[in-house]
């Protein structure tokens, strides 16, 4: 006696397993779509090291697709003055920085000889063309127009761009939100261009140097400036660890798509977001 091969066999039958026979594809796959993105790798070269580099930059995507989709939602919260739905959604994502970060790992032990095996293939892309992390940059209030130009050539990509350009970033709800909390954040900076790039000011430093020197009569803006913190340092190591990788992995060579590499990195290393958070601490 054969069984078909859509049914299990009767030594497996039982209220304990679960329901394998479906007339299409599987729930999971039509939530998941599993098969489209582990058939989205269409590899250049025979190197086996390739497929490392693809899916891990693959992978990278993916998170900081969730991370803009939480950030945004914090921002969304902050707009309507709901702290506690801000910080959750801050908190997720510093779980999900820690997962971007760690992907690293793979890509950070490559030999020079190992990454040069397919590194041409990369012909002139490189990470900064990246629309879903310039989109991380801008809500961190890393903004800058030309960092559109790569895009003209995807009208939707540079729409998107376009818009969260002009939008307000992350910290400039936060920091609308301590103007209406009766703190004097000064008006240059709450009517600020918003498509450029934020800029420290002394005035805002001292805004969190006083919340922080009295933390218990502020104690949820207190809560938020370390959430936000939290953010900015798994930003920090980020992108120390994108320099570290690089440099095991090309030294000091010109970097894909004519970046300076390392050295453009190292300028970027050096960079805190949200600055008045780490600076204000030397006046408490």
Known sequence: MSTSPTTPPAHETGSDMPNLD?????????????????HLQNLRSDDPGEMVFLVTTQVMELWFTVIVHEWE???????????????????????????????WNPIARLTPAQFNAYRKMLGEGSGFQSAMYRRMEFL????????????????????????????????????????????????????RDLTLRYEP??????????????PGDHAELVELGEALTDVAELVWRWRNDHLVATRRAMGAKTGTGGSAGVAWLEKRAGKHVFPELWTARSHV
């Open 201 to 214: 000011s002394p005035a805002v430093e001292q805004v969190w140097a006083g919340l922080y020197a009295a």
């Open 73 to 103: 939602t914090a921002g969304r919260a902050l707009r309507d003055d709901r702290i506690p739905d801000a910080l959750t959604a801050l908190r997720r994502s510093t779980h999900e920085l820690e997962a971007l970060n760690a992907s």
């Open 140 to 191: 961190l209030g890393d903004k800058s127009a030309s960092m559109l130009v790569p895009h003209r050539g995807s009208p939707r990509v540079h729409a998107e761009l376009e818009k969260a350009l002009a939008e307000p970033g992350l910290y400039d709800e936060v920091l609308r939100l301590l103007a209406r909390r009766g703190l004097p954040v000064p008006a240059e900076v709450l009517e």
């Open 22 to 38: 479906f007339a299409g594809t599987t729930p999971y796959e039509d939530y998941v779509q599993a098969d489209v993105l582990t």
